[in-house]
């Protein structure tokens, strides 16, 4: 069955950086392209972007360009998101999410991974 | 772009239906028919409900159903159980490789 399985909870200072795996099971993993989502706390989900795990292809929301980074290795079948430059705001549980066979559409997600930022 | 606009809130009695709105412009909703909806329990991941603005995925009940019209998609919840509460999330592509997510709706099961 497909898993994703993340790393878990970190807690940084402003200004120091974070990388956060995904651990796929299940399924080929350069067959779906992975989605990165962001939750603060009490509040909605947002996309930061995606990547591409069979061209290695980043796509990056608006506002997620430079600090954020999306990267993969497919001998450990696992998806990275990097994080530098920390800012209290970035402060939220991140989710990766397998995009579905159809477009648009995340079908598998992690269990999510608690960034906090603090001083 | 915007977050797409849902109601904070909604509520129904079992048994009752409900329908969650998620409003957005020609540039996503109107323009494309990707629209999905996720259902998310307190502390959980998200789920995977809908997608293609009214497809279900293999595993979700029947009584969960989209639609859409124009610049607004609605996710309809018919015989609501005690498990239907749950925050509920719309997303649309937005052009130019985005996804764009609404608000979220917290659903009360009265």
């Known amino acids: 069955q497909v898993q994703l399985v993340q790393s878990g909870s970190e807690l940084k200072k402003p200004g120091a950086s974070v990388k956060i795996s995904c651990k796929a099971s299940g399924y080929t993993f350069t067959k779906h392209t992975m989605n990165w989502v962001r939750q603060a706390p009490g509040q909605g989900l947002e996309w930061l972007g995606w990547?591409?795990?069979?061209?290695?292809?980043?796509t990056y929301a608006q506002g997620f360009t430079g600090r954020f980074v999306f990267s993969f290795d497919t001998s450990v079948n696992t998806a990275y998101l990097q994080i530098s430059t920390l800012k209290a705001e970035d402060t939220a549980v991140y989710f990766c999410?397998?995009?579905?066979?159809?477009?648009?559409?995340?079908?598998?997600w992690g269990q999510g991974t608690l960034v906090t930022v603090s001083s | 772009q915007s977050a797409l606009t849902q109601p904070p809130s909604a509520s129904g009695s079992p048994g009752q239906s409900v329908t969650i709105s998620c409003t957005g412009t020609?540039?996503?909703?109107?323009?494309?028919?990707?629209v999905s909806w996720y259902q998310q329990h307190p502390g959980k991941a998200p789920k995977f409900i809908i997608y293609e603005v009214s497809k279900r995925p293999s595993g979700v009940p029947d009584r969960f159903s989209g639609s859409k019209s124009g610049n607004t998609a609605s996710l309809t919840v018919s015989g609501l159980q005690a498990e239907d509460e749950a925050d509920y999330y719309c997303s649309s592509y937005g052009g130019s490789n985005n996804v764009i997510f609404g608000g979220g709706t917290k659903l009360t099961v009265l």
């Open positions: 999410a397998r995009e579905s066979t159809v477009w648009y559409a995340a079908d598998y």
């Open positions: 990547i591409n795990t069979y061209t290695g292809n980043p």
């Open positions: 020609s540039s996503d909703v109107g323009g494309y028919n990707y």
